[in-house]
C-alpha cells in the first residue's frame, strides 16, 4: 500500500477557521473586560480593530519572506544563533501558554463538573488528545476544525437567543455607558486585552506560512479576526445582560453562569454542557495552536522532525500545566498582573518590533542581490 | 467472439506480450505447449484433470480428421453441449475434408460464439471457465466453443438494501450478469470494464468499471496499482479485495462502498468513481468513498428532494443517536445527575431503584444481549429466527425489568439504539457504530460528559485522517467545498445539482450546463 | 504494532482508574427542600427534605411517604450538610434543590449573607429555587407538608409559585443571584417571597392527610418580606407585592375596580374586574435640584371579566371611561404601596437607585452612600394607563337589562 504522505497544509477556510476557534476559545472560559463592567464590549471592540492592525502587522512580516515562519524569520534577521536563540525563549512562551490555556479549562471541568477528579487526569486526556491530533500534522487540525466549527458557532449563538427567550435578560445592565469616562477602558485594553486575545495571534506566524493560497491569507486572517471580535462582543453583551455588572464582576466563568440561566420549555434547562464543549474544542484548539507552533520552533531549531517531539512535549505540558501554579487564585493573578506585561507584551510587541526592521533590511539586501544576479 | 472479450476492454499486459492466461498459470507447473498430436495433448489433460469427476474429453470424428471434445461437465449447459457441439458431425454431411480449423468451426460450428487456444494454458483456461475445447488431431490450434451456462441466480430483488420507489433489481453471482445490469443502464461506449485475475487458488475475475469520460487517471491508476498488488490465495467474495484494498485497516469504518444495487453503483460510476465487480459476489465495489455515500440511498434520487433531504437529516441524527445514546444515560445517570430536569431525573430514579447492577454493566449487559440476538436472529434457520425475536423482545425485555434486573428505561435505550443503528442504508457502516457505542460507554463510564466528548472528537481526528484512494473520508465538508454541498446533507433538486463532486476530480466537472429549472409555460411564453 | 499495544495500554490503564465523580442513581438522594432554622447549641439547624424516588414510580401504587427529612444543627450548611449522612443512608444531590425555607428569626437576627455564600459558591446549587421566609411556623415545618396533587412538597410550592406569578403576581420573582446582587447593589435593597402554613402542621406532616379532601395543612404564600442588606426588616401584603410586581415586571394579573368615581360615596357595592395581560413599566429617577424624585411609567392592556356596573360596552365613550377609572384606580394602589415602603421601611426595593446610576451616573455616585434616606423622603409620581382591549364574548351586561328597582 502506497504509504499517504502526511501533508502540512491548510486551506484558507480551515485558517480562518482555525483563527476563530482560536480567538473565542480561552473567551469562553474566562471571559475578557470582567472589571469594566458593562463597558467591557466596548473595550472588546477597540481591542478587535487594533487586534486587526496588529494582525496585519504579523502578516507584513511575513510576506517579507513567503514561506517561512516565526523562528525561519528570525534566523534571517539575527543570524543563526541569536536566531535561534530567541526562537527558543519564543518556544517557552509558547508552551508556558499552552500550559496556561489549559490549565483554566481544567480549572473549568474540577470546578463544575469533576469535583473529586484528580486535575492531571483532565490535563493528560486533553493532552492525550491533541498530542494525537497534532501527530497527525496540521492538516488534519484543520479539518478537525471545520468539522467542529459550525457546532461551535451555532452553539454560542444560540446561548444568546436560548438566554433571551428564557427572558433572563435585562438590557438596562448595559447602562450607564462609559460612566467613567475613557480611561479604565484605554488602561484596561492595553495590555491585557489587546494581548489576550488578539497578541496572541503571534502563534498564526508559525501556522499562516502553510496555507496554500499564501497572498490571500492576510485578507483572511482579518476578517476573521474582525468576525471573531464580534462574537467575543456578542457574548460579552449576553454575559452582561444575563449576569448584570454585580455577579459578573463576582463570577469565575462569565459565560457558563450566563448559560445557567437557560430555561426554555421547562426541558431545555440546565444546558452548561453546551458551553462546556464550545469551551472544550475552542481549548484544544488554542492549545494545540501553542503546542505546534512550539513544536515547529524545536523542529527548526534541533532539526529534527516534530513529529519525534510531540509525545514528550505533550507529557511536558500536560505535567507543566499542574505545575504553574498552586491554586486558582495564583493562576489567575498570573495572568492579570504577571504575563501581560512581562511576557505577552515583550513576546507580541516589542521582539517583533525589534526584528521587523532587521528582516526589513536583511530581505531587501536579498532582494537587491537577486535582482543582480538576475541582471547577469 | 467470446463474451468476455466483448465485456472486457482487454487489458495489454505492461510485461510484454504474455496473455492473461500465461500470466495466471506461470507459477504453476503446467506445460505451455500445444501439440499438434492429440493423443499427447490429450495425456497432458487427463494428466492435469485426472481426479476430477466431471471432466469429460468425448471422442468425435469431425470428417475424416480425429478430434475430442473437453469439458467440465458441471461448467456448461449438457443439453446445449450435445445438441449444438457432439451431435453436430455426425448430422452434418461433409464432402471435403476441412483443412484447418477455421474451416471446421466454419464448417460444423457456424452460429457458435467461439474463441481459439494456441497454448495450452489456454486449452485449460477455457476448460475452466465452462467452455468446450475441440482439439482436432494434427492442427496447431484448438477452437474453444461457448456452449452457454449451467444454472444461475436469477436476478432478484435486493435482500440487504430494500427501497420503496426505484429498481428491483440487484446483483447476482455471476460477473457476467452484473456487468450486464451495468451496461443495460449505462448505454455508453466509453464505460470501460477491465478484467484481473485474483487469487492464486481461486483465479477468481476482477473487473474494474468506470467511464473514463468521467474518471480520474490518478484515481484508477491507484486502483489498478492496487489491485494488481493483491496476492491472497482465495477471493470468494468482495469482502476479501476489498481488505486488501483500503488505504487503512485499523479502523472500524468502511472506507469501500458496498452494493448490490446495479442502480446505485450506476450513479457511483457517474460521478467519476471506480466500481469492482468480483465474480461470484453479488456485492460491488464502488471507490473512492467518502463517510457521507453510506447516508445516501439510491431512492434519494427517485423522490422529490424534499423527503429525501428531511430523511437525510433523520439518517445523520440516528447516527449519532445509535453511536451515543447509551453512553449519554450513563453519564447522565452516574456524572450529571443535576443536567437532568427534575421530574425526569426523578422517575428515572424510581425506575432504577432496585436494580442491583451499575448503570455500566446494567447497559453493557443489555448491549451485549442484544448483539447476541441480533447475531442468532441473522444466523438461524429463517423459520426460527421469527422465535429469536420474540424471545428476545419478550422474554429478556419483559422479564429482566420485571424481575427488577435491568431499569425499563434502558431497556427503552437499548431497543431506540438498535433500531436507529438500522438506519444506515449500508449494512457495513452500522457496524461502525455497534463497536464505537462500546468503546464509548466505558469512556462515559470514566469520565462522564467529558469522556463522550473526548472520545467523540478522538473519533472526528480519526476520521479526518483517513483517506479512501487518496480522497479524505470526510470530504467536501473537510475539506469543506461549498459547490458540493448540493448533495451531502440535504438533496438538492436534480437540476440544482449539476456538479459531480469535486473530491473525486472529474475530469467532466459539470453533468448538465443547462440551466433546466422547470417552471409553468406561461412564464417562458412571457418572455417570448 | 508495538506502539499500538502500548498505547491501548497506557488507555486502559486510565480508563481502569477513573470513575472518581461517578455515582450511581440508587446511591444519591435527591433534595427538593432545605429549611433553615436557628439552632439550639449551635448556630444553625438545617433540615432537607429528600425525595423518596420508589414510592413515586407510576407501577407502585400509592404508599410510603413521597419524602423524608433529616435534621441536624451545625455552624455552616456545606459542614452541616457533608455530616447528613450520620442519618441518611445515600449521598445527598443538592442541584434539584427546589425551596430554601429560611425561618424568620434566622433572617431576622443573623442575616441570610453568612449562608447564601455557600450557596452561590457551590456550582450544584442551581439559580432556579425559590428562597422563602417563613412566617409564623419554624422552616423545619414545611418540608413536610403534604399535598395530594404534587406529592413532592417543595415542587408543589415551587410550581404554586410559578403559577401566581404567571396569573396574579404574588411572588417577586427573585432567585439566588437576583438576591445577592440586591444586597450588594446600593440602590435597591434584597426582597423575597414568604411563606405560611394555613392549618395543622403536624396533621399536614402526615402522608395519610393525602386521603382527605380539605388539606389539614398547607403552604400559603404571604408577600414580601423586605430585607435591609441580608436583615429582614418587614413584611408587605400580597397585595402590595402585586403592585410591586406592577412597577417591575408584572406578566398578568386581576384587578377590582368600584364601579363609581373615586371618593365618591357607593350606594351600592358594583364593581368591575380588568384582567391584566400586556404590561410595560418604566422607572425613572431625578432630581429636581435637591429633591429625589422617582417617576414610573405603567402602560397595560386588559381584558374586561366582569361588569356589575350599568354601562353600556358597546360604546366607545364607555371603554374610555372606565379606562379612566381603572388607570386613576391602579395609580392610587401603587403610589400607596410606594409610599407604604417609603414610610415603613425607607429601603427601596423597587431599584430606583439602580435606575438613577443608569440615567444619571454622576449623581448616583454622590448619594449612593444615603441612598435608601433619599428614596424615603423623594416625591412619588405614577403615571398609569390601562388600554382596555375587550370584553369576553358579551358587550352589554345582562344586569343592565333587568327591569330596574321600582322603589325610586
Excluded at chain 2, 422529490?304 to 445514546?325: D, H
Excluded at chain 2, 427534575?342 to 425506575?351: D, E, F, G, P, Y
Excluded at chain 2, 465538508?477 to 436534480?494: E, G, H, I, W, Y
Amino acid at each position: 500500500m502506497k504509504q499517504q504522505k502526511l501533508m502540512e497544509k491548510l486551506s484558507l477556510w480551515q485558517l480562518a477557521v482555525l483563527l476563530f476557534t482560536f480567538e473565542i476559545g480561552s473567551v469562553a472560559v474566562v471571559g475578557v473586560g470582567n472589571d469594566l463592567r458593562q463597558d467591557a464590549w466596548i473595550a472588546v471592540a477597540i481591542s478587535t480593530l487594533l487586534g486587526a492592525g496588529i494582525v496585519s502587522f504579523y502578516i507584513m512580516l511575513l510576506k517579507r519572506a513567503p514561506g517561512k515562519n516565526l523562528f525561519e524569520l528570525m534566523t534571517i534577521s539575527f543570524g543563526k544563533w541569536l536566531g535561534k536563540g530567541i526562537g527558543l525563549l519564543y518556544v517557552f512562551y509558547f508552551f508556558y501558554i499552552a500550559e496556561r490555556v489549559l490549565r483554566d479549562f481544567c480549572e473549568l471541568i474540577t470546578t463544575v463538573i469533576f469535583e473529586n477528579t484528580p486535575i492531571e487526569i483532565i490535563s493528560i486526556t486533553m493532552m492525550g488528545v491533541i498530542a494525537y491530533m497534532i501527530y497527525l500534522g496540521l492538516e488534519v487540525f484543520g479539518r478537525t476544525g471545520e468539522i467542529f466549527i459550525p457546532y461551535v458557532f451555532t452553539f454560542t449563538i444560540l446561548i444568546g437567543f436560548a438566554t433571551f427567550f428564557s427572558g433572563e435578560m435585562d438590557f438596562k445592565n448595559l447602562l450607564p455607558v462609559m460612566a467613567e469616562g475613557s480611561g479604565p477602558i484605554i488602561q484596561h485594553i492595553f495590555p491585557r486585552l489587546l494581548t489576550f486575545p488578539f497578541g496572541e495571534l503571534i502563534t498564526f506566524m508559525v501556522i499562516i506560512p502553510y496555507v496554500t493560497q499564501f497572498n490571500k491569507a492576510g485578507k483572511v486572517s482579518v476578517i476573521t479576526v474582525l468576525v471573531s471580535g464580534m462574537i467575543i462582543i456578542y457574548g460579552t453583551v449576553i454575559e452582561i445582560v444575563t449576569l448584570g455588572t454585580e455577579q459578573l464582576e463576582r463570577t469565575v466563568f462569565p459565560l457558563l453562569s450566563a448559560a445557567r440561566y437557560i430555561s426554555l420549555l421547562e426541558f431545555i434547562e440546565r444546558v452548561d454542557l453546551v458551553v462546556v464543549f464550545i469551551v472544550m474544542f475552542g481549548i484544544i484548539t488554542k492549545v494545540s495552536v501553542f503546542f505546534f507552533a512550539g513544536l515547529k520552533g524545536l523542529e527548526h531549531i534541533t532539526n529534527i522532525s516534530y513529529r519525534y517531539m510531540v509525545l514528550p512535549m505533550a507529557t511536558i505540558i500536560s505535567y507543566g500545566t499542574i505545575l504553574i501554579s498552586d491554586n486558582f487564585a495564583e493562576h489567575i493573578e498570573e495572568g492579570i498582573r504577571f504575563i501581560p506585561h512581562y511576557m505577552h507584551v515583550p513576546f507580541q510587541f516589542i521582539l517583533p518590533a525589534l526584528f521587523a526592521p532587521l528582516l526589513f533590511w536583511r530581505t531587501k539586501k536579498q532582494k537587491r542581490g537577486s535582482d543582480t544576479n538576475g541582471s547577469k | 467472439m467470446g463474451l468476455s472479450d466483448f465485456l472486457f476492454k482487454r487489458r495489454k499486459n505492461k510485461k510484454g506480450d504474455s496473455t492473461p492466461e500465461e500470466e495466471i498459470f506461470q507459477n504453476e507447473n503446467i506445460s505451455k505447449e500445444y501439440f499438434k498430436s492429440l493423443d499427447k495433448n490429450k495425456r497432458s489433460l487427463h494428466e492435469l484433470f485426472k481426479q476430477t469427476f466431471d471432466f469429460s474429453c468425448d471422442d468425435i470424428r469431425l470428417g475424416e480428421s480425429e478430434a475430442c471434445v473437453c469439458y467440465l461437465g458441471t461448467m456448461l449447459n449438457i443439453h446445449s453441449l450435445t445438441d449444438k457441439v457432439l451431435n453436430v458431425p455426425r448430422e452434418t454431411s461433409v464432402s471435403k475434408n476441412p483443412k484447418n480449423i477455421e474451416e471446421i468451426r466454419d464448417r460444423y460450428f457456424p452460429t457458435m460464439a467461439f474463441e481459439y487456444a494456441d497454448t495450452f494454458h489456454k486449452v485449460v483456461w477455457h476448460i475452466l471457465n465452462g467452455f468446450a475445447v475441440i482439439m482436432v488431431d494434427g492442427q496447431e490450434k484448438a477452437l474453444s466453443l461457448e456452449i452457454g451456462d449451467t444454472e444461475k441466480r436469477a436476478i432478484t430483488e435486493p435482500s440487504t438494501q430494500t427501497i420503496i420507489r426505484g429498481p428491483k433489481e440487484a446483483f447476482t453471482e455471476d460477473i457476467n450478469t452484473n456487468i450486464s445490469l451495468i451496461r443495460k443502464r449505462i448505454k455508453n461506449p466509453y464505460l470501460i470494464f477491465e478484467d484481473f485475475y485474483i487469487g492464486g487458488d481461486t483465479k477468481t475475475t476482477v473487473a474494474i468499471g468506470y467511464v473514463s469520460t468521467i474518471t480520474n487517471e490518478d484515481i484508477l491508476n491507484e486502483v489498478r496499482e492496487r489491485i494488481e498488488k493483491i496476492e491472497i490465495g482465495a477471493v470468494l467474495d468482495s469482502g476479501n479485495i476489498e481488505e486488501m484494498i483500503v488505504d487503512k485497516s485499523f479502523t472500524p469504518f468502511p472506507l469501500v462502498f458496498n452494493t448490490e444495487r446495479p442502480d446505485s453503483i450506476c450513479s457511483h460510476l457517474l460521478e467519476g468513481k471506480v466500481a469492482l465487480i468480483v465474480d461470484g459476489s453479488p456485492f460491488v465495489l464502488a471507490v473512492p468513498s467518502v463517510f457521507t455515500d453510506f447516508f445516501q440511498s439510491s431512492e434519494d434520487y427517485y423522490q422529490p428532494f424534499l423527503m429525501p433531504s428531511f430523511i437525510r437529516i433523520i439518517r445523520y441524527m440516528s447516527f449519532m443517536i445509535a453511536l451515543v445514546l447509551p453512553s449519554l444515560y450513563v453519564a447522565l445517570s452516574t456524572f450529571h445527575q443535576e443536567l437532568m430536569p427534575t421530574q425526569l431525573l426523578i422517575s428515572i430514579q424510581a425506575q432504577r431503584e432496585g436494580v442491583p447492577f451499575p448503570a455500566v454493566i446494567e447497559i453493557f449487559m443489555m448491549e451485549l444481549t442484544f448483539e447476541i440476538m441480533r447475531e442468532a436472529g441473522v444466523r438461524m434457520p429463517r423459520a426460527v429466527g421469527q422465535t429469536v425475536s420474540i424471545v428476545g423482545a419478550l422474554v429478556i425485555g419483559q422479564a429482566a425489568v420485571e424481575a427488577g434486573l435491568v431499569s425499563s428505561v434502558l431497556v427503552i435505550i437499548v431497543a431506540f439504539t438498535a433500531i436507529a443503528s438500522f438506519v444506515s442504508p449500508i449494512y457495513s457502516f452500522s457496524i461502525a457504530t455497534r463497536l464505537l457505542r462500546f468503546v464509548l460507554i466505558l469512556f462515559a463510564a470514566v469520565f462522564g460528559l467529558y469522556g463522550v466528548l473526548l472520545f467523540l472528537i478522538i473519533m472526528v481526528i480519526h476520521l479526518v485522517s483517513l483517506r479512501s484512494f487518496g480522497v479524505p473520508y470526510l470530504a467536501s465538508v473537510a475539506p469543506f467545498k461549498l459547490t458540493d454541498q448540493d448533495d451531502v446533507f440535504l438533496r438538492l433538486p436534480a437540476w440544482a445539482n449539476k456538479r459531480r463532486p469535486s473530491y473525486l476530480f472529474p475530469k467532466s466537472p459539470v453533468k448538465e450546463k443547462k440551466k433546466q429549472k422547470p417552471s409553468p409555460p406561461h412564464v417562458q411564453g412571457g418572455k417570448k | 504494532m508495538k506502539k499500538r499495544i502500548f498505547i491501548l495500554i497506557c488507555i486502559s490503564s486510565f480508563l481502569l482508574t477513573g470513575c472518581w465523580d461517578s455515582t450511581e442513581l440508587n446511591d444519591v438522594s435527591i433534595v427538593t427542600g432545605i429549611a433553615i432554622d436557628p439552632g439550639k447549641e449551635k448556630r444553625y439547624r438545617l433540615t432537607v427534605g429528600y425525595v423518596n424516588a420508589s414510592i413515586l414510580s407510576p407501577q407502585i401504587p400509592f404508599e410510603g411517604a413521597p419524602v423524608s427529612v433529616m435534621t441536624l444543627e451545625g455552624n455552616s450548611l456545606p459542614e452541616i450538610s457533608a455530616r447528613m449522612n450520620i442519618g441518611v443512608s445515600r449521598k445527598l444531590v443538592f442541584s434539584h434543590t427546589r425551596a430554601l425555607y429560611i425561618n424568620e428569626e434566622v433572617a431576622k437576627n443573623d442575616g441570610v449573607g453568612s449562608f447564601l455564600d455557600s450557596l452561590e459558591r457551590n456550582p450544584q446549587f442551581r439559580n432556579d429555587f425559590n428562597i422563602l421566609i417563613t412566617k409564623g411556623d419554624s422552616a423545619e415545618k414545611f418540608p413536610t407538608i403534604n399535598d395530594p396533587v404534587e406529592r413532592v412538597p417543595s415542587l408543589k410550592v415551587q410550581k404554586q409559585i410559578k403559577s401566581i406569578l404567571k396569573n396574579w403576581g404574588g411572588d417577586p420573582r427573585v432567585r439566588l443571584t437576583d438576591f445577592i446582587d440586591a444586597i450588594v447593589s446600593q440602590g435597591r435593597s434584597p426582597i423575597a417571597s414568604s411563606v405560611t402554613i394555613e392549618g395543622n402542621p403536624e396533621k399536614g406532616k402526615n402522608v395519610e392527610s393525602n386521603m382527605e379532601t380539605k388539606a389539614p395543612a398547607r403552604i400559603l404564600l404571604a408577600g414580601i418580606a423586605v430585607f435591609e442588606k441580608d436583615k429582614l426588616a418587614g413584611y408587605l401584603s400580597l397585595e402590595d407585592t402585586r403592585n410591586y410586581l406592577w412597577t417591575q415586571k408584572l406578566e398578568s394579573t386581576m384587578v377590582t375596580i368600584p364601579c363609581g368615581k373615586h371618593g365618591e360615596e357607593l350606594k351600592e357595592k358594583l364593581y368591575f374586574d380588568l384582567a391584566i395581560m400586556n404590561n410595560k413599566s418604566t422607572i425613572k429617577t431625578f432630581y429636581k435640584g435637591d429633591q429625589p424624585h422617582l417617576k414610573v411609567d405603567i402602560y397595560s392592556e386588559a381584558r374586561l371579566t366582569s361588569m356589575q356596573c350599568n354601562e353600556d360596552l358597546s360604546k366607545k365613550e364607555t371603554y374610555l371611561d372606565l379606562e379612566q377609572k381603572s388607570s386613576k384606580y391602579v395609580k392610587d394602589m401603587i403610589v400607596a404601596t410606594i409610599k407604604k415602603v417609603q414610610d415603613e421601611f425607607g429601603l427601596d426595593i423597587f431599584g430606583f437607585g439602580e435606575a438613577l446610576h443608569r440615567q444619571n451616573y454622576q449623581k448616583a455616585k454622590e448619594v449612593e452612600e444615603k441612598w435608601d434616606e433619599e428614596f424615603a423622603r423623594a416625591d412619588v409620581d405614577v403615571n398609569v394607563h390601562v388600554a382596555i382591549r375587550r370584553s369576553g364574548i358579551r358587550n352589554k351586561s345582562f344586569l343592565s337589562e333587568v327591569p330596574a328597582n321600582k322603589e325610586d
